[in-house]
């Protein structure tokens, strides 16, 4: 098997749930510091999509697909746009065209964005409006692969087993006062250059680690970044502490509010500790 047949495979059995921990760590790495390795899994992607929604996929592949697709309404959001696409295409599909050469919706949809075809372009036209008067369907399909990208590789950088970065040029390493809840305490500056490529938050936490902890990021807006839960301390320099190790990318220049609360044991949270958060780009 040729190196590029090898790698659509592998994205392919990821996107499908067909690979172990280790395989998937891997492949999930390079599709954070790779762009062109991104672009071909999203283009696997949208190819599995379009396999699935035309009925192309083996009732092997189907099982596959649906059990993960369903497991998130973001991932289940990308079914129901697919489908609606292609609902789309076959619609306006010309009348005279034999179906065996019958474009595929992700074809027409590139051929559509080049074309200098007038009638072509019209159709263009008529595709964004049917997608606005339906919802902001063509911002959602041009941003979430970037969101998504952003949100695995927070997700990747704050699980139980991952290894706490430590500070250097491309970690930037901000202490923030000890947990005190139902409490705001003063604003820290996060410094931001072209090397940073992680921020992290430290927090030193009283219960030495026996307590779980929600983390939520909110913008000048109020507007939620991010929200992780079920953190947990970890042992830094022989002290508990709570680590938060978040992609730069996910920062702008602005002010933030970060959230922290701890879970009780009926699985409510308390009032949160709020952290003010002014990040600088440099």
């Given at each position: 098997m040729k190196d590029i047949?090898?790698?659509?495979?592998?994205?392919?059995?990821?996107?499908?749930?067909?690979?172990?921990?280790?395989?998937r760590d891997q492949l999930e790495q390079r599709v954070i510091t790779n762009p062109d390795y991104k672009e071909e899994a999203l283009i696997t992607e949208e190819e599995l999509l379009e396999e699935f929604v035309t009925g192309a996929l083996s009732a092997a592949e189907a099982e596959s697909f649906?059990?993960?697709?369903?497991?998130?309404?973001?991932?289940?959001?990308?079914?129901?746009i697919a489908q609606a696409l292609n609902t789309y295409a076959l619609k306006h599909a010309p009348v005279a065209q034999p179906v065996s050469s019958q474009k595929s919706w992700a074809k027409s949809l590139r051929e559509l964005f080049s074309t200098k075809n007038r009638f072509r372009q019209f159709s263009l036209a008529a595709l964004i409006m049917m997608l606005a008067v339906g919802g902001a369907v063509l911002v959602y399909w041009l941003?979430?692969?970037?969101?998504?990208?952003?949100?695995?590789?927070?997700?990747?950088?704050?699980?139980?087993?991952?290894?706490?970065?430590?500070?250097d040029s491309s970690v930037v390493s901000v202490s923030l006062p000890p947990l005190v809840f139902r409490g705001t305490s003063e604003s820290r500056?996060?410094?931001?250059?072209?090397?940073?490529?992680?921020?992290?938050?430290?927090?030193?936490?009283?219960s030495g680690g026996t307590h779980l902890f929600r983390a939520t990021l909110k913008d000048n807006k109020a507007v939620e970044v991010f929200t992780l839960d079920d953190l947990r301390a970890r042992r830094v320099d022989q002290h508990a502490m709570l680590v938060l190790q978040i992609p730069a990318r996910m920062l702008t220049p602005q002010d933030y509010q970060l959230e922290i609360s701890e879970k009780n044991p009926d699985g409510s949270y308390e009032i949160p500790a709020t952290y003010p958060l002014h990040v600088e780009a440099r």
């Open positions: 047949e090898r790698e659509q495979y592998l994205i392919r059995q990821y996107l499908l749930g067909g690979l172990d921990d280790d395989e649906t059990k993960m697709y369903t497991s998130s309404p973001g991932q289940w959001r990308k079914v129901k941003i979430s692969h970037e969101r998504r990208g952003n949100y695995e590789a927070l997700l990747k950088l704050n699980r139980p087993d991952t290894e706490t970065l430590q500070p500056n996060v410094i931001i250059t072209k090397e940073t490529s992680t921020v992290q938050l430290r927090l030193p936490e009283p």
